[in-house]
């Protein structure tokens, strides 16, 4: 299975508009300013693409979609597995329409029932039957799970998380790889699906400072260390994770993932 980190930035994405509003200033770890040098610190808003026997699964159609899918020519994709309904996971969704164009049935969406009524809620145009269907229209079938099912000869556990008051925050295991952009906690029914991993994708968004309904630097590390996956990748990276900086705090099975990674696992 080969995973392609999409994005890797959190909501704002780095560098964040506010940092360049105010000429860098007061940037915490001047990341936004040497973002515009370094490809490493520059960070869309995440999403990862999984590749298995031909196959390709989208998880999550971030804002920057477009310029993700332009960036790693992405030429086809077979299915599209949401985490959440909050913009920075579902805003690309109408550019995917260059990948149903021409597809004899519509693209299927596959994630919680509330995050498949906020979608269907959040472009009513997509699903309402009288809209003229024209090139500028996505066709996609969407599917409520809760339960683990196939996808490409791989079995896909859906993972509820705790991402603040939200209800139907999922992250994704998918064979032997999980993938928990947005989390806060974890139930214990979640925990127990995450022993065996050979990689974990989770959410880090800054170094201290505590978030209502993300992890941080410190947090990260402590689940990760209790999961204990043979490879620990962080996400959902605000501008005070500097990969370059912070590498010191991690274990050497840890490591900052960035827009562009590839990795065969
Ligand atoms: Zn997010
Ligand atoms: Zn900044």
New binding site residues.
């Given amino acids: 299975m080969k995973i392609t980190f999409l994005g890797t930035g959190t909501s704002h994405g780095?560098?964040?508009i506010d940092?360049m509003l105010d000429g860098?200033k007061h940037?915490?770890k001047d990341?936004?300013r040497l973002a515009l040098t370094d490809a490493k610190h520059s960070r869309t808003r995440s999403s990862i693409l999984v590749e298995h026997a031909g196959c390709r699964a989208l998880v999550d159609v971030s804002p920057d979609f477009r310029q993700q899918a332009l960036r790693e020519k992405i030429p086809k994709i077979d299915a599209v597995l949401v985490t959440h309904c909050h913009a920075d996971h579902t805003g690309g969704i109408p550019d995917i329409r260059s990948y149903t164009a021409k597809r004899p049935a519509p693209l299927d969406f596959f994630g919680s029932p509330e995050t498949m009524r906020s979608i269907q809620s959040s472009f009513p145009y997509i699903f309402d039957p009288n809209t003229f269907r024209g090139g500028g229209i996505p066709s996609i079938a969407l599917h409520a799970v809760t339960q683990p099912f196939e996808l490409f000869g791989q079995t896909v556990t859906p993972l509820l998380v705790e991402h603040g008051s939200l209800l139907g925050c999922f992250g994704y295991r998918i064979g032997a790889v999980a993938y928990i952009p947005d989390v806060k906690s974890l139930p214990p029914s979640t925990r127990a699906m995450l022993d065996n991993l050979d990689c974990l994708i989770l959410n880090c968004l800054r170094e201290t400072r505590a978030h209502q309904s993300h992890l941080t630097l410190e947090q990260s590390i402590a689940l990760a260390r209790d999961i204990r996956p043979k490879l620990c990748c962080f996400v959902h990276m605000s501008?005070d994770i500097n990969y370059i900086t912070d590498a010191s705090k991690l274990d050497s099975w840890m490591e900052f993932a960035y827009d562009g990674l590839q990795m065969e696992v």
């Fill in positions: 780095v560098p964040a940092c860098y940037c915490p990341v936004c501008h």
